[in-house]
């Protein structure tokens, strides 16, 4: 399995960003795609996750409301529309793949993703 992300850019606060995520050499086990964030300094953390069975989608609390996972079979993509975007949000963003269900602790430890994306940085800053 592959992933590639990209859509990550220079953005004011308030501004919205589509980030990609392209899947290709998929395996019928990764059914679970994931973006994590990583700021300078800090430890990798998931954002938002969509399964590819039932379109069930998980977000961590800090982004409800502003981003929106969403996901195109056909297209082998997965996307996060991110809105209202904060200086917080501000990090390198990656998309992941795992065999496990974007909940509880599968959500959030990165021990469970077996294929990565290199990452787009995402910046908010006036």
């Known amino acids: 399995v592959q992933l590639q ?8 606060p308030g ?4 980030l990609s995520c392209a899947v290709s050499g998929f395996t019928s086990d990764y059914y ?8 300078p300094g800090k430890e990798r953390l ?8 039932d379109g069930r989608t998980t977000y961590r609390d800090s982004v ?5 996972i969403s996901r195109d079979n056909a297209k082998n993509t997965v996307y996060l529309q991110m809105n209202s975007l904060k200086p917080e949000d501000t990090a390198v963003y990656y ?3 795992s065999k ?4 509880g602790n599968y959500f959030y430890n990165v021990a469970y993703y077996d294929y990565w994306g290199q990452g787009t ?3 908010v800053s006036s």
């Open 64 to 68: 409800k409301g502003r981003f929106t």
């Open 46 to 53: 998931g954002v938002s996750c969509i399964s590819s069975i």
């Open 5 to 12: 992300a990209s859509g990550g850019g220079l953005v004011q």
């Open 32 to 39: 679970y795609i994931n973006w994590f964030r990583q700021a």
């Open 100 to 103: 496990y269900p974007c909940s």
């Open 121 to 123: 940085q995402v910046t």
């Open 15 to 18: 501004g919205s960003l589509r």
């Open 95 to 97: 998309c992941a793949a």
